[in-house]
């Protein structure tokens, strides 16, 4: 590849900045948790800081039931049994592939539906289309917390009377409107992987207004338990552990200052890098809530006069750990690429992102520095590395 020496004119971070490293807050409040947890002998099983951890969830987000789980991937798995979906279930390939998986998994069949270039989540416009005999439900995707077309999918799935479920693995205190993600489908999942804006190492929950659906839920992540010795259906193991929940609650009263230092880092990535042909850093509404985890650059590989990849890699040599999700689109892996697909929204878009660190596992002149490594990379316009 034919480019400049960098290296003359950038220092390499000593410790690579990535996407995805953890938000860390108040380690005081979760090892005194933590400490009360091996003084009570209490771990797992609905313990204590996991039901005030489904509490404060539920209130936070306003909605009815808040079912805290061991990750999201097992969440969409449990879901998708109790709500007894059946045949083929439509989904955005631009998504991580534990959208897919989890259908996969139990048996469905999945059906991947292209993206509106601009909201990066599935077009609702497309959805008819797609809709069979066997079709059982609509999986949206809040890709980047930016909210699904949440009424325009009601309505279509209304028509064809069929379930509409979310992941919202991102989109913790995200909003559609004033609505807090959430509360709409018939349920959705939220994930706490440790790489997510709210983390409890591993975890998730699913969050539904559905009674019903909630009493089934429970019972099903403890393998259909009704009662002691009462067990009233199949289930499986999708508990939280006491730790887990502890790490949540840690974090729960600091949303605020995290989303601060997101939207902070987010603004000096827009303004630095919007005025560059052919780059944009993808916009929020500011009349809604999003927790400005996702720095989401978009890359015109013509315009900008350097491929993503090539940017990655500079990137890469600096210790900066940029990442190009979710690439190659779900329809690209295995074992979803034997089949044909039209995606041509989905395949343009996973070319061009670039994701860059954010949280407060970085500051403002890391950010910066980050910004000067991009407009160098930009302006001395590396060429791809075929
Ligand atoms: N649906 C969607 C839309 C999702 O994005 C995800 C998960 C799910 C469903 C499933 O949720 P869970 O079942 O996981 O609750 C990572 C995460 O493992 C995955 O949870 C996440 N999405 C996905 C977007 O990212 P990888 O394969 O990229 O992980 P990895 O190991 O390459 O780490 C990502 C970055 O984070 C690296 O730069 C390193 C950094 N990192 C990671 C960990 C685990 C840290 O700095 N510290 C850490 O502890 O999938």
């Given at each position: 590849?034919?480019?400049?020496?960098?290296?003359k004119?950038f220092?390499?971070f000593d410790?690579?900045?990535?996407?995805?490293?953890p938000n860390?807050?108040?380690?005081?409040?979760?090892?005194?948790?933590?400490?009360?947890i091996?003084?009570?002998?209490?771990?797992?099983?609905?313990g204590?800081?996991?039901?005030?951890?489904e509490?404060?969830?539920?209130?936070?987000?306003?909605?009815?039931?808040?079912?805290?789980v061991?990750n999201?991937t097992?969440?969409?798995?449990i879901l998708?049994?109790?709500?007894?979906l059946?045949?083929?279930?439509?989904?955005?390939?631009?998504?991580f592939?534990a959208?897919?998986h989890?259908?996969?998994r139990?048996g469905?069949?999945?059906?991947?539906?292209?993206?509106?270039?601009?909201?990066?989540?599935?077009?609702?416009?497309?959805l008819?289309?797609?809709i069979?005999?066997?079709?059982?439900a609509i999986?949206?995707?809040?890709?980047?917390?930016?909210?699904?077309?949440?009424?325009?999918?009601?309505?279509?799935?209304?028509r064809?009377?069929?379930?509409?479920?979310?992941?919202a693995?991102?989109?913790?205190?995200?909003?559609s409107?004033?609505?807090?993600?959430?509360?709409?489908?018939?349920?959705?999942?939220?994930?706490f992987?440790?790489?997510?804006?709210?983390?409890?190492?591993?975890g998730?929950?699913?969050t539904?207004?559905?009674?019903?659906l909630?009493?089934?839920?429970?019972?099903?992540?403890n393998f259909?338990?009704?009662g002691?010795?009462?067990v009233g259906?199949?289930?499986?193991?999708?508990?939280?552990?006491?730790?887990n929940?502890?790490?949540?609650?840690?974090?729960?009263?600091?949303i605020?200052?995290?989303?601060?230092?997101?939207?902070a880092?987010y603004?000096i990535?827009?303004?630095?890098?919007?005025?560059f042909?052919g780059?944009s850093?993808?916009?929020?509404?500011?009349?809604?809530?999003?927790?400005?985890?996702?720095?989401v650059?978009?890359?015109?590989?013509q315009?900008?006069?350097?491929?993503r990849?090539?940017l990655?890699?500079f990137?890469?040599?600096?210790?900066v750990?940029a990442?190009?999700?979710f690439?190659?689109?779900c329809?690209?892996?295995?074992?979803y690429?034997?089949?044909?697909y039209?995606l041509?929204?989905?395949?343009?878009?996973?070319?061009?992102?670039v994701?860059?660190?954010?949280?407060?596992?970085?500051?403002?002149?890391?950010?910066s520095e980050?910004?000067?490594?991009?407009?160098?990379?930009?302006?001395t316009?590396?060429?791809?590395s075929?």
């Amino acid at each position: 590849m034919a480019r400049n020496n960098p290296k003359k004119h950038f220092n390499v971070f000593d410790e690579p900045v990535c996407v995805g490293r953890p938000n860390l807050v108040n380690r005081q409040e979760f090892m005194c948790m933590v400490n009360d947890i091996l003084d009570r002998r209490w771990y797992t099983n609905d313990g204590k800081y996991v039901k005030k951890l489904e509490n404060e969830l539920g209130a936070y987000l306003g909605v009815k039931h808040c079912i805290a789980v061991c990750n999201a991937t097992i969440g969409l798995e449990i879901l998708f049994q109790v709500c007894g979906l059946t045949g083929n279930v439509i989904l955005p390939s631009f998504t991580f592939i534990a959208t897919a998986h989890a259908l996969t998994r139990i048996g469905l069949d999945v059906k991947f539906c292209d993206i509106d270039p601009k909201t990066h989540n599935i077009d609702p416009n497309l959805l008819e289309k797609l809709i069979d005999d066997e079709t059982s439900a609509i999986l949206g995707v809040h890709v980047w917390g930016r909210p699904s077309k949440v009424a325009q999918i009601k309505k279509i799935a209304a028509r064809h009377d069929l379930k509409v479920l979310y992941d919202a693995a991102h989109a913790f205190g995200c909003s559609s409107g004033n609505t807090m993600i959430g509360n709409f489908g018939n349920a959705e999942v939220f994930s706490f992987h440790a790489t997510k804006f709210f983390n409890t190492f591993e975890g998730g929950a699913i969050t539904t207004n559905d009674d019903e659906l909630a009493l089934a839920l429970r019972s099903f992540r403890n393998f259909g338990f009704l009662g002691a010795d009462n067990v009233g259906s199949l289930g499986t193991n999708a508990k939280m552990a006491e730790i887990n929940a502890s790490m949540g609650l840690a974090l729960l009263s600091h949303i605020k200052e995290l989303v601060d230092i997101n939207k902070a880092h987010y603004q000096i990535y827009k303004d630095r890098l919007s005025s560059f042909d052919g780059v944009s850093v993808i916009d929020y509404n500011p009349n809604e809530k999003n927790n400005y985890q996702y720095v989401v650059l978009e890359l015109d590989e013509q315009l900008a006069g350097i491929s993503r990849d090539a940017l990655i890699e500079f990137l890469h040599d600096h210790n900066v750990i940029a990442r190009r999700y979710f690439y190659p689109g779900c329809h690209k892996a295995t074992p979803y690429h034997t089949r044909k697909y039209s995606l041509p929204e989905t395949e343009l878009l996973c070319g061009k992102t670039v994701l860059l660190p954010t949280g407060n596992s970085v500051n403002i002149n890391v950010v910066s520095e980050i910004c000067n490594l991009i407009q160098h990379a930009i302006k001395t316009q590396m060429r791809p590395s075929e």
